[in-house]
């Protein structure tokens, strides 16, 4: 069965510092790969996405994500965190299953800034 | 840019009443989607539309139903409310296809007392 698992309930980076969060996932074929932020009392907004081509991705905000399939991995990289990236974080894959073509979702990370 | 919105952000309802969550796109997309969210447990698919009257179950279907009359309209339904169905609500869209961007409403806090 698909899934995803961000290994990083919270995390906690100081303003300036670069980031990383960990996503892996499972999935029988090419997977098709996402990364949702939440901002407090948002809904999700779309960071970016990966489904064929050059595995490094870049999106907004300043964000980028590098595909590893030997490692079943999706990390989300930025190299200077600003505090209004602090927001959930979402990795998801999409997959087709009982709900048709539908996305599966990690449980989320939740980042704080500290100054 | 892609509008998705919520009818209500805050909904406080009592044990057994009837629930109507409405969301509402404006980009003709054919996909609308449910979403729960509570923490710790993530985003979970409650139901799926890819067309018109068109729908499917998710993960959570239980004690919820949907309804699409139109495109561009897409209801969540909680029969008998209970308390374990308070919660986040979120809706989405997006175009058919596993690679299509969703685009996210605001959500509806639903609180079930």
């Known amino acids: 069965a698909q899934s995803v698992t961000q290994p990083d309930i919270h995390i906690t980076v100081s303003e300036g510092a670069s980031l990383e969060l960990r996503c892996n996932y499972s999935?029988?074929?090419?997977?098709?790969l996402f990364w949702y932020v939440q901002s407090p009392g948002q809904g999700l907004q779309l960071l970016l996405k990966?489904?064929?081509?050059?595995?490094l991705v870049q999106g907004i905000k300043g964000f980028e994500a590098e595909f590893k399939r030997s490692q079943s991995s999706f990390n989300l990289r930025k190299p200077s965190v600003h505090w209004s990236d602090a927001a959930e974080y979402f990795c998801?894959?999409?997959?087709?299953?009982?709900?048709?073509?539908?996305?599966?979702f990690g449980k989320g990370t939740t980042l704080s800034v500290s100054s | 840019d892609v509008k998705v919105t919520q009818s209500s952000r805050y909904l406080v309802k009592r044990t057994g009443e009837k629930v109507f969550l409405e969301c509402v796109q404006d980009?003709?997309?054919?996909?609308m989607f449910w979403y729960r969210q509570d923490p710790g447990l993530g985003l979970r698919l409650i139901y799926f539309?890819?067309?018109?009257?068109?729908?499917e179950k998710g993960d959570i279907p239980e004690g919820y139903s949907v309804s699409r009359e139109k495109k561009e309209r897409f209801s969540l339904i909680l029969e008998s409310a209970s308390t374990n169905q308070t919660s986040m609500y979120l809706c989405?869209?997006?175009?058919?296809?596993?690679?299509?961007?969703?685009?996210f409403g605001p959500g509806t806090r639903l609180l079930v007392l």
């Open positions: 989405a869209s997006s175009p058919p296809g596993l690679v299509e961007t969703q685009y």
């Open positions: 999935y029988g074929a090419t997977p098709y």
């Open positions: 990966y489904f064929s081509g050059d595995t």
């Open positions: 998801a894959v999409g997959a087709y299953g009982q709900a048709g073509t539908a996305l599966i």
């Open positions: 980009m003709d997309h054919e996909n």
């Open positions: 539309s890819y067309d018109v009257k068109m729908k």
